[in-house]
């Protein structure tokens, strides 16, 4: 969602002058509260720094992209680690 | 400024054609280019515009004679498939040079890698994404898909 968003705010920006100047006068917070973007997401884009509204976009692009990385699954072991003895175990393997 | 990826760039482009073709409302292909040009969003009415011209050297070029509207001056005689092309490709500089474009900072995002940008956001601009989908999934084929979107030959080819 907070991708959609963004991509809505870079568009609106090439056709609509307001973006561009509540960018320029520190006032990009107000745009982006109308926008889906998680609060975290929210202040973090906040608070680049950049000397363009083209360099926020693109630095905006990389905070969003990394927030919608799915998170790594953890590799937990088998819960019957541990509980079977290892020769019940090789044979079990070895009859499937 | 910083160091932007070729997909970061493309990703960029992507939006800037997507907001000139919601800009025209149309629904399905083909993108009226030439209408956008002669009818453009109010950030760009010094800008677009389009002038046909005789000519062997170009295709079409972008240029702002000293104190005037700017326009792309297209050579008269191209197929209209070529013609659609080549003023899709050469917005991107009309908007790279217009007073929006250098609030924006799109001169530092996308002149030193122009002709590439230029020729991905005209393929972006004469098929976005979401009409390109829509076209698939509507059962069109590839064989009509250049007719369909008025797409040259190898454009057609390489965006399908």
Do not use: C
């Not at chain 1, 720094?49 to 976009?57: D, G, K, L, V």
């Not at chain 2, 990826?5 to 399905?28: G, I």
């Not at chain 2, 062997?56 to 700017?70: C, M, V, Y």
Request: proline share 7%.
């Amino acid at each position: 969602m907070s991708m959609k968003s963004l991509n809505q705010l870079v568009a609106r920006s090439i056709i609509d002058p307001a973006v561009v100047m509540a960018f320029r006068s520190g006032r990009i917070g107000d745009v982006l509260a109308e926008l889906d973007f998680t609060p975290d997401l929210r202040q973090q884009l906040e608070g680049i720094e950049s000397a363009s509204w083209a360099e926020f976009a693109v630095l905006s692009y990389r905070y969003v992209k990394a927030a919608e990385k799915p998170v790594a699954r953890i590799q937990l072991p088998s819960p019957l680690t541990g509980l079977i003895d290892d020769q019940a175990q090789a044979s079990e393997e070895q009859v499937a | 400024m910083i160091q932007v990826t070729r997909e970061e760039r493309h990703w960029f482009l992507r939006n800037m054609a997507q907001a000139l073709v919601d800009y025209t409302s149309a629904a399905e292909p083909p993108v009226p280019v030439e209408e956008l040009l002669k009818h453009p969003p109010a950030a760009y009415q010094e800008d677009f515009g389009v002038v046909d011209m005789y000519s062997n050297l170009w295709d079409a070029t972008f240029a702002r004679p000293p104190g005037q509207r700017g326009s792309i001056f297209v050579r008269v005689d191209l197929d209209p498939k070529e013609r659609r092309h080549a003023l899709a490709r050469e917005t991107l500089s009309a908007m790279i040079t217009s007073k929006q474009g250098r609030s924006m900072g799109l001169a530092e995002l996308l002149m030193s890698d122009l002709k590439d940008s230029a020729e991905y956001f005209a393929s972006q601009l004469l098929a976005p994404e979401p009409m390109l989908q829509a076209y698939r999934s509507g059962g069109g084929s590839e064989a009509r898909f250049t007719d369909a979107f008025q797409l040259p030959g190898p454009m057609a080819a390489s965006r399908w």
